[in-house]
């Protein structure tokens, strides 16, 4: 709920109050001043001792007052956090309205100097918690999902109160709300669905079976109605699956990841009566995940979108490189991670090192069928020597003692194909060629053990060579035409982002949609919801 500022205004207007430290106000009685400031110094030392930041801060601030002084600046300070706590539902976070309530009536109440401390503390913790939320997200994505491994960025609270005090207070609070345009954009979906939300949404949904250009009749009606409101569609009576009807289709399908042919089929009716409220959790859900990305993502970065399987190079903020990819699995520990790193280098005519999880789960079996088996593998000792296969007992081995690694040699069959790009992290998570280039005409194309494979794994390689190497394609086919497995530094290391969005705004500020191919959105939603977020223009 946001408060509107002529209610903000009364509220702060009946909470008025001012300290001052030589006497509290008319009719409560004059005290020495040393005694009034020792007991409003205990009071905020005692109110501050349960949030680390908050009492380093009036540490260091010689216990100061920042929002309760006599001076003006202390009252332009409340109204911002009241006003901002007031309105904070438009950031899809939990209402907070109870709290300006409660905050209004301790501040009407205050009648003493202790009073006035514990004010003062109540309103540091508030302005700390509220920049926390709007900035760096209410959850934790690793107490969601184990695949959610981003590690959000970390402010100090002090921080929030020193920016408080020395900044020019809605500026400051303005500050907080990511800078991003994405975030920007999301905002501005988020109210257009719920104005949606009150005028009843997209309409009746249509009869999920396949329709395409030609055909005529009831069903093709409700598809027009619903494309019109959606948007993808003119104003009209026809009956017809015609070419406007098709191209409609088609843009709809473009913007939701999905084949572009211009059929309704069950997969496109599916999305397309997808309601307003599902979408609005989607986005809701963005904007929480927005928060947790790095306010700096680099000039150059790549960005790996889990559900729309693609790899973009992003350049001050354009795309200039797009391809497909294939993602992990869904299945078991084969999800790819979400986290971000930096690029260091690419390897050209790579080795397939198998992950030892690979090796026993995969390969083992195998061998203990035939010691011959998966032949294209070198198996290696703890020294790196290739064993021979036929002096080993493979059956004796069970996952925990299996001694050996194996490694698969460079070649065009290699399953990491011809090129890879690394980002060393513990996961063991990088971008790379494949053999299996048939993967990528799928629409859903999550099949890897959870790397991340490129339908154009050389052109992306030119790209991130272009910038230190004045022929890029030329140097790269020089190391590759030697057979040999090669190291190439990139002189500027590039960030890489692997997110997960099924919700987002393109540059022409259109919003796009995609599957939630793990179910990790609908647990996102889900511990939004328990930590408070409603749905705003939810009718009923």
Same mark, same amino acid.
């Given at each position: ?16 109050? %001012? ?5 509290? %106000? ?104 509220? %920049?926390?939320?709007?900035? &760096? ?47 920007? !954009? ?7 669905? $719920? ?45 017809? #699956? ?25 997969? &496109? ?39 729309? *399987? ?28 979400? *986290? ?12 397939? #090192? ?25 198996? &290696? ?41 690394? *980002? ?36 992306? %390689? ?13 140097? *790269? ?8 497995? &090669? ?12 997110? #997960? ?9 259109? !919003? ?16 939004? $919801? ?11």
């Amino acid at each position: 709920m946001c408060i509107p500022r002529a209610e903000l205004a009364a509220k702060l207007k009946a909470g008025a109050f %001012a300290l001052v430290l030589g006497g509290l %106000a008319a009719g409560t009685g004059v005290a020495p001043a040393y005694a009034q400031v020792t007991a409003f110094k205990q009071a905020i030392a005692e109110a501050a001792s349960v949030d680390d930041a908050v009492a380093a801060f009036y540490r260091e601030n010689n216990y100061q007052p920042i929002w309760t002084g006599a001076d003006t600046e202390g009252q332009a300070r409340r109204a911002a956090l009241l006003e901002a706590l007031g309105n904070v539902s438009v950031h899809g976070l939990p209402d907070r309205s109870v709290e300006v309530a409660r905050l209004t009536e301790q501040m009407k109440n205050a009648r003493t100097t202790r009073d006035v401390g514990l004010v003062e503390v109540a309103l540091s913790r508030a302005l700390v918690d509220y %920049a926390r939320d709007v900035q &760096t997200g209410l959850l934790v994505p690793s107490q969601i999902d184990d695949g959610m491994v981003r590690e959000k960025p970390s402010v100090d609270g002090t921080t929030y109160l020193v920016g408080m005090r020395d900044e020019q207070p809605m500026s400051f609070i303005r500050s907080l709300t990511p800078a991003s345009p994405q975030y920007r !954009a999301l905002m501005k979906e988020k109210l257009r669905l $719920e104005a949606l939300l009150q005028q009843g949404g997209w309409g009746p949904t249509v009869l999920n079976r396949k329709l395409e250009p030609g055909q005529s009749g009831a069903d093709v009606v409700a598809l027009r109605d619903r494309l019109i409101v959606m948007g993808y569609l003119q104003r009209s009576a026809t009956r017809d #699956y015609d070419l406007a009807m098709e191209s409609a289709v088609q843009q709809f399908q473009s913007d939701h990841g999905l084949e572009v042919d211009g059929v309704a089929g069950k997969g &496109t009716v599916a999305e397309i009566n997808k309601s307003v409220l599902t979408r609005l959790k989607s986005v809701i859900v963005a904007m929480e995940r927005e928060r947790w990305l790095p306010t700096d993502r680099g000039e150059r970065h790549v960005l790996v979108n889990q559900t729309d *399987f693609t790899a973009k190079i992003i350049d001050h903020g354009n795309v200039t490189f797009e391809t497909r990819s294939v993602i992990g699995k869904n299945q078991g520990d084969r999800r790819s991670p979400e *986290f971000s790193d930096v690029m260091e280098h690419m390897v050209i005519n790579p080795s397939w #090192y198998v992950p030892r999880s690979i090796v026993t789960k995969e390969y083992l079996p195998q061998l203990k069928q035939n010691p011959n088996a998966a032949g294209h593998m070198e198996i &290696t000792d703890s020294r790196g020597r290739r064993v021979d296969r036929s002096a080993v007992d493979f059956t004796q081995f069970t996952t925990r003692s299996f001694p050996f690694a194996m490694r698969q040699p460079p070649s065009s069959r290699n399953a990491l194909g011809l090129v890879k790009f690394m *980002f060393p992290n513990k996961y063991n998570i990088y971008l790379h060629d494949t053999p299996a280039k048939n993967l990528f005409s799928r629409e859903v194309r999550a099949y890897s053990h959870g790397c991340i494979r490129l339908q154009q794994p050389f052109d992306f %390689a030119y790209a991130l060579l272009a910038r230190q190497t004045e022929d890029p394609k030329a140097f *790269f086919h020089r190391v590759l035409n030697s057979g040999k497995e &090669t190291k190439v530094e990139l002189d500027k290391k590039v960030p890489v982002h692997i997110i #997960y969005r099924t919700a987002v705004v393109s540059a022409k500020g259109r !919003a796009e949609y995609r599957r939630d191919v793990y179910g990790r959105d609908a647990k996102v939603w889900n511990a939004l $919801e328990r930590a408070g977020v409603v749905l705003s223009g939810v009718q009923g």
